[in-house]
């Protein structure tokens, strides 16, 4: 059986709601199909300890904003979870779940659709899956090899798990710098960077790399000079735990080493350093998988696009994935505007069909 829609949309986290938001303005029928059991995306699968780098005030979607949880300043994950959820019932947006879309096919003037639980047929489709479902390992010479426990920031989720333990951190981003500040009080650290870290300054938070981010795209549109966007201002949001912990001398980053061993890791010169474990906070790639069939990615897995819509399939809009389908679009404050662009894109293709 085949559903028929205007817009499907792939992806039920903080992109796939914010899509939702907008389409249900334009008066547009669609879908939802969300792979998860239960709201909340991405957020319900971190690590006990990560909070937002922003107020609540600041990390809203479109229409309704977040309230603060008491007694932080920084909401944690499980705030944003229970922020998603109301969302989407307030909305009353049209969510499936559970339903893992396998492929998107052209049939046609429409998109087909295609999940483990049925198959819609579509006019437009929205992809919003984002990054979290694919991590990435760098393929270090000897990792196959290491006789401990490897996990990537996917997995990895309390201190206690590895107390009393030898554990490497490797990766100089947020995540690292957090997770190393996590487990640094109960583990003998040892966090590896590609290059010295580069802290933000101490007030600067979420909010102001929005703005940064956008004045760069703006630059950008404009034909102005290219600011270097976020990354020129630093790689690390000193939150409060990541600041406390490097404050108290316990963030020291070692320079990355060259091959993992059986037992632990070796650098360049022959220094070796022995663990229990390996955590990975070496980033995501896009989670396009489904995408496939359609034969548009480009350069680094990328698609091309037009702001969030696919230069080769106008039907297509990604969104969430990062700056190249907007600007800080892969955050719960950016999304927004690139989710109103893409709505109102899809309703101008659907109005001229």
Not at 61 to 83: C, F, I, K, N, W
């Amino acid at each position: 059986m085949t559903d028929h829609t205007d817009v499907v949309v792939i992806g039920g986290g903080q992109a796939g709601l914010a899509a939702g938001y907008h389409l249900r303005r334009l008066g547009l029928d669609f879908v939802i199909l969300d792979a998860q059991a239960t709201p909340g995306g991405a957020w319900q699968h971190t690590w006990d300890s990560l909070h937002l780098f922003s107020p609540a005030a600041y990390s809203c979607l479109p229409g309704r904003l977040m309230s603060p949880q008491p007694g932080e300043t920084y909401p944690d994950a499980a705030h944003v979870v229970s922020y998603l959820t109301d969302y989407e019932q307030r909305y009353e947006l049209p969510v499936v779940r559970p339903v893992r879309v396998e492929a998107v096919h052209r049939d046609g003037d429409h998109l087909r659709v295609e999940g483990d639980t049925g198959t819609w047929r579509a006019r437009a489709v929205m992809s919003a899956t984002g990054t979290w479902w694919r991590p990435f390992v760098p393929a270090v010479p000897g990792r196959t090899e290491f006789k401990g426990t490897q996990l990537h920031t996917v997995e990895y989720r309390r201190p206690a798990d590895g107390a009393r333990q030898r554990v490497i951190v490797v990766g100089g981003g947020n995540s690292g710098a957090q997770i190393a500040a996590d487990v640094a009080y109960d583990t003998d650290l040892t966090w590896v960077t590609l290059r010295e870290p580069h802290y933000l300054a101490d007030d600067i938070d979420g909010r102001a790399l929005f703005d940064h981010a956008t004045a760069r795209r703006r630059a950008l549109d404009g034909g102005g000079t290219d600011t270097g966007g976020v990354a020129s201002l630093g790689d690390i949001v000193a939150v409060p735990p990541v600041r406390e912990a490097r404050d108290a001398g316990l963030l020291k980053a070692q320079p990355m080493f060259t091959r993992v061993t059986t037992t632990g890791v070796e650098w360049a010169d022959g220094t070796t350093a022995e663990a229990d474990a390996i955590i990975w906070c070496t980033g995501f790639r896009p989670a396009l998988a489904h995408l496939a069939p359609l034969g548009l990615r480009g350069p680094r897995g990328h698609i091309p696009t037009h702001g969030t819509q696919a230069v080769d399939e106008p039907r297509l809009h990604l969104l969430g994935y990062g700056d190249w389908t907007g600007p800080a679009s892969a955050t719960l404050i950016g999304v927004g505007r690139p989710a109103r662009e893409a709505a109102r894109q899809i309703a101008g293709l659907l109005g001229a069909a």
